[in-house]
């Protein structure tokens, strides 16, 4: 078992950026993909990034695909997403999964969650 806690969200006008970290307790982090998903109100949770356990691998969503690096320091056992140029369609609350069981970019796919970090992207 292990927790995830998400940290980095607050206001930023568009055009600028924001770093999310999240930070894995207990055994959880080493040996999991890393995923970071986005809700914004009135819509349903959908799929930012994923990175493979080793970092090797990344995958990103279309829309922000080319704007956002997903990362991860298994050492300190934290994953990372660096959001540049953004929109205010970015604007949600964005939270971090682990413990791939399904889809890589389906919420249902992954055992484990945060709580989420407020992203608010002003116009």
């Known amino acids: 078992q292990g927790q995830l806690a998400e940290s980095g969200g607050g206001l930023v006008q568009a055009g600028g950026s924001l770093r999310l970290s999240c930070a894995a307790s207990?055994?959880?982090?080493?040996?999991?993909?890393a995923a970071w998903f986005r809700q914004a109100p009135g819509k349903e949770r959908e799929f930012v990034a994923a990175?493979?356990?080793?970092?090797?691998?990344?995958y990103y969503s279309d829309s922000v695909k080319g704007r956002f690096t997903i990362s991860r320091d298994n050492a300190k056992n934290t994953g990372y997403l660096q959001m540049n140029s953004l929109k205010p369609e970015d604007t949600a609350v964005y939270y971090c999964a682990m413990g791939l069981q399904g889809m890589l970019r389906s919420p249902t796919g992954y055992m484990y969650w945060g709580s989420g970090t407020q992203v608010t992207v002003s116009s």
């Open positions: 990175i493979a356990p080793s970092g090797s691998d990344t």
């Open positions: 207990g055994r959880l982090f080493s040996g999991y993909f």
